[in-house]
């Protein structure tokens, strides 16, 4: 459905986006999931057609976004962060005016798209309130409605819960599930149990980079493969360490606890595979009988803080733009933002 392709996008000498590539299957949510500053919103507002790529290729349904931007826009329903909303407009009004610019041209067509999008959106009964009048929650349940329109194969949404209390992020998580059903859904967000809750399948940036894909538990289980097993065996301590020392790939053998016949310990795996089933073998085979062993789990945290972690300080990156990126180049940007929204975002 949509095909990424060495996607770079640079500002001066600050690279944004650096050389991602991913394919997104028909149906299903996927997650775009990273720290501020990552990339995530870039990569999106490119693949919508909202910004042009430095390098690289983006298709929608087999249509070249730079090539073909109207057969591919029409395949994106779109809600960006902060929605286009005119504020003086209904509801309605509204949604009949986005109804009209994506194509919908006869009167009783577009009242009727209005209504489907308006009920998939929970606005029943709101549709004649002003939107300055709307709550926040409110406010994106009418940009997911326009996103909607114009029946879009894939609907993108970029932090659509940002801002929101508990109970709407409830509702728009619900929302984005039951959208889930009917069409392929990206969503970007930087808040980790709501990609856990809502995606079937996660793609994490970091400074600029696609580091890793899969589902939740694929990542996790890739990361827990090399992380910490600990185990309780039978036999003295000299037997226990020397059978788990001759487990290839498993080293920091650390003993925990020793007492009545039972050696407790902990060991890293660095083999990049799961090697509980190695040691357990050679606990047996020196007879030292295995009384626990088990694999410290990882969540998606773990997972995210782990991959986005930077090599000089450890920590996830700052949204702060770069020291070497000139005011010039940051003006040029939000020009270049501006001078397609209306169009785009619609």
Do not use: W
Request: with cysteine.
């Amino acid at each position: 459905m949509i095909e990424v392709e060495h996607l770079t996008k640079r500002y001066g000498s600050h690279t944004a986006v650096d050389d991602i590539s991913f394919t997104v299957e028909d149906g299903g949510i996927y997650g775009l999931l990273g720290p501020n500053g990552a990339g995530k919103s870039t990569t999106m507002n490119i693949i919508t057609g909202y910004i042009s790529a430095t390098d690289g290729t983006v298709k929608i349904d087999g249509h070249d976004i730079a090539d073909e931007p109207a057969a591919a826009k029409a395949c994106i329903g779109y809600l960006p962060e902060l929605p286009p909303l005119y504020q003086e407009m209904t509801v309605q009004e509204y949604l009949l005016f986005v109804a009209e610019l994506k194509g919908t041209r006869k009167k009783a067509d577009r009242a009727a798209a209005v209504e489907h999008a308006a009920a998939r959106a929970g606005l029943q009964g709101m549709e004649q309130r002003l939107i300055r009048n709307l709550s926040k929650g409110y406010r994106q349940r009418v940009g997911i409605a326009a996103a909607l329109l114009g029946t879009p194969k894939i609907i993108i949404l970029d932090e659509p819960t940002v801002g929101l209390d508990p109970a709407q992020m409830i509702e728009i998580r619900s929302l984005i599930r039951d959208l889930g059903k009917t069409h392929t859904v990206i969503l970007s967000s930087h808040i980790l149990s709501e990609v856990q809750t809502v995606c079937d399948r996660v793609l994490i940036i970091a400074h600029g980079r696609l580091v890793a894909q899969g589902t939740p538990e694929e990542l996790a289980a890739q990361l827990t493969a090399k992380g910490t097993i600990t185990a309780t065996a039978q036999g003295s301590r000299e037997a226990v360490v020397a059978a788990a020392g001759k487990v290839p790939g498993l080293t920091d053998l650390r003993v925990t606890d020793e007492k009545g016949g039972e050696v407790s310990f902990t060991a890293v795996s660095t083999a990049g595979t799961d090697l509980r089933g190695a040691l357990s073998l050679a606990l047996a085979q020196a007879g030292c009988p295995v009384l626990s062993l088990s694999a410290e789990t990882m969540s998606l945290e773990d997972v995210f803080l782990q991959l986005t972690e930077t090599p000089e300080s450890g920590k996830p990156e700052s949204d702060a733009a770069p020291a070497e990126n000139p005011p010039a180049e940051a003006a040029a940007e939000e020009n270049e933002k501006e001078a397609d929204s209306d169009e785009s975002n619609l």
